[in-house]
């Protein structure tokens, strides 16, 4: 992998490939822009809300979470959810990364930059 990949020109149509632990390999078809989900319910009493999440087209099994998301040869999420009627949601790497170096306050290194 060279890097992350840059989803902010991601548009509908667009296609990734999917690796996960299940599912295997596979070609992921865009089709929403980034969005939000508010107040998902974690089971345990607290709600949260995940920003920049892209559907896509595809199948995937329980356990298929965290799978890769590229687009040639870059990074661009991980699978974070599934619905039972043929739709992934995937979250981008480099804002989950730039995420974590905000609240850290320092570089995370991960493709040797």
């Not at 060279?2 to 690796?19: I, R």
């Not at 596979?26 to 892209?54: C, F, M, R």
């Not at 804002?95 to 930059?113: K, S, V």
């Amino acid at each position: 992998m060279t890097g992350h990949a840059d989803l902010t020109g991601t548009t509908m149509g667009s296609q990734f490939v999917a690796q996960s632990m299940k599912s295997g390999r596979q070609e992921l078809s865009v089709e929403s822009e980034a969005s939000t989900i508010g107040e998902i319910d974690t089971q345990d009493g607290t709600k949260i809300s995940i920003s920049n999440l892209i559907s896509c087209r595809g199948t995937a099994e329980k356990g298929d979470s965290g799978g890769l998301v590229f687009s040639n040869d870059q990074i661009a999420g991980i699978i974070v959810a599934k619905s039972d009627n043929g739709w992934i949601l995937v979250h981008s790497l480099k804002d989950a990364f730039d995420y974590l170096q905000n609240e850290l306050g320092r570089q995370i290194d991960i493709f040797g930059t």
